[in-house]
């Protein structure tokens, strides 16, 4: 499929995402790296560069590096080595940054996901370590800027792409996939706001089979929504600045999410202007194939293998599959609720129908205490396939259910007779009672003669109009199927 074309010209982005690793202390000391202390509260002598102090590498952040690149099918380093990038912000104590260049421990790999009915691959250069630098703060001084240094030293993965992505919506979509991968195997919360998850487009437009465009980077975009609407922008603005005669300067831009528009920040850098070379103070990283193997061993079931293993355990279809593992607690809920009722697909219907709208509605996630447990979601179930309750008095009682106060048992015989009593006291037991039954078809028989004759005549709505009468009149209780039976026997 050939890719869209923007007012005649192909549009080109590649991404640099910078993931925060999920470690409790930095990357290269052991001060703390949780979101939200005071100012200057988390930064030790080493994040301060005060003289004297030297790095010393943090197990967890190339652990959790080597997980990614084992999840993307990267090539995993034996040997890689750290450098410092040399430049100056104030928030940069040093006067450099250490990272990685000529050497990453990550090389290689690709992301997939679906865009629409079609595949799409990205293909990754590289993941490789740094610490990020610290915060410079405006909002609260008058004429000056504050520093804190919390974030200093904090560890980063940066993730960088090839140019593969040809629109918007392709650049969003691998930005949500990359997102759901880092959080799904836990190396990184994947928090936006919080700055965890933040990515940097790098956008060029050019004419069908010309060589690539120069490049201008939109800066941390911290939201899917902005990241799309920024895109859509820097596209449009190029554009017409080659269509007005002017030519595309590299640089760094801003996305401004109140104007909607992209600003210029600074000319973009080179490698050859940070002055790239090897960090003396710290050893080359030598990662033998046993660490590897061992990192392998220990990680979670990665969401296309658990897909794979629903549509191949639970009959699930491959549309389910991809929709239950979006999550591990999406997929650990689906399990956890088909294994209480033991009707998967069942199961995966009420979790993507009722469960995930009730998500939506209340804008929580789905570990929180107001969802019912898997547990008792996979009773609910069986009472309506036992012919306890309706499926559409099922779903009112689940929504009732959806109270975080009501304390349930573990076990499935307490959760099956607390039911039980619930159905009771509000009148809610299915009506199967065919004599019953009988009485109020016959009611609505004789009090909606034009619906029989039409009927009668050959139209099909005719008859889906008496079952709804019926079923109001037994205030929801009835049995469905056996509504739909005693009617076409008696209108036979």
Same mark, same amino acid.
């Given at each position: ?355 995930? @709208?009730?998500?939506? =509605? +209340?804008?929580?996630?789905? *570990?929180?205490? #107001?969802?019912?447990?898997?547990? !008792? %979601? ?46 009771? @006291?509000?009148?809610? =037991? +299915?009506?199967?009672?065919? *004599?019953?039954? #009988?009485?109020?078809?016959?009611? !609505? %028989? ?47």
């Amino acid at each position: 499929m050939k890719p869209p074309l923007v007012q005649g010209y192909e549009v080109v982005i590649g991404f640099e995402t910078h993931a925060q690793l999920s470690t409790q202390s930095k990357i290269f000391s052991r001060a703390p790296t949780a979101f939200g202390a005071e100012p200057n509260t988390q930064a030790c002598a080493v994040d301060l560069a005060l003289p004297g102090t030297l790095p010393v590498m943090n197990l967890g952040a190339v652990e959790r590096a080597i997980e990614l690149g084992l999840a993307l099918g990267s090539r995993i380093a034996e040997r890689s080595v750290f450098a410092r990038k040399n430049y100056f912000y104030p928030d940069l104590p040093k006067g450099y940054q250490i990272s990685q260049f000529e050497i990453p421990v990550v090389q290689g790999g690709e992301v997939s996901f679906m865009l629409g009915d079609e595949k799409k691959t990205v293909r990754l250069v590289r993941a490789h370590l740094e610490e990020d630098a610290g915060k410079s703060l405006h909002e609260d001084f008058i004429g000056q800027s504050g520093i804190d240094l919390n974030r200093a030293g904090t560890p980063l993965l940066e993730i960088v792409t090839e140019p593969d992505m040809r629109s918007s919506d392709e650049a969003v979509a691998y930005a949500k996939k990359l997102h759901e991968i880092v959080t799904w195997i836990g190396i990184c919360d994947g928090n936006m706001q919080e700055g965890s998850f933040r990515c940097d487009a790098n956008v060029s437009v050019r004419k069908p089979g010309a060589a690539l465009g120069t490049r201008r980077e939109i800066k941390n975009l911290n939201s899917f929504k902005f990241m799309q609407q920024a895109i859509d922008y820097e596209v449009r603005w190029q554009i017409e600045e080659i269509e007005d005669g002017r030519a595309i300067q590299q640089a760094t831009v801003l996305f401004n999410p109140d104007t909607g528009e992209t600003r210029a920040m600074r000319t973009k850098e080179d490698a050859a202007d940070y002055r790239y070379f090897p960090d003396p103070d710290l050893p080359p990283l030598v990662i033998g194939r046993d660490w590897v193997e061992r990192v392998r061993s220990q990680m979670v079931e990665l969401p296309w293998v658990m897909a794979a293993r629903f549509c191949a355990d639970y009959g699930l279809p491959e549309y389910d599959a991809a929709t239950l593992t979006q999550s591990r607690a999406m997929a650990a809920y689906f399990e956890a609720t088909a294994k209480a009722c033991g009707q998967p697909k069942l199961a995966s219907n009420w979790i993507m129908g009722e469960v995930s @709208a009730f998500l939506k =509605r +209340q804008q929580i996630e789905i *570990g929180d205490t #107001e969802l019912p447990s898997a547990n !008792v %979601l996979g009773r609910l179930i069986l009472k309506i396939v036992g012919g306890t309750i309706s499926n559409a008095i099922g779903k009112a009682l689940f929504q009732e259910l959806c109270d975080g106060s009501r304390s349930w048992a573990q076990d499935f015989a307490t959760i099956d007779s607390d039911l039980e009593a619930i159905i009771d @006291a509000k009148g809610l =037991r +299915q009506m199967n009672d065919s *004599g019953a039954l #009988e009485a109020i078809i016959d009611e !609505v %028989l004789a009090a909606n003669a034009k619906n029989v004759e039409e009927f009668k005549a050959g139209n099909a709505k005719a008859f889906n109009a008496l079952v709804g009468q019926a079923m109001k009149a037994s205030k929801g209780k009835a049995n469905p199927a056996q509504v739909n039976e005693l009617l076409k026997q008696k209108l036979a």
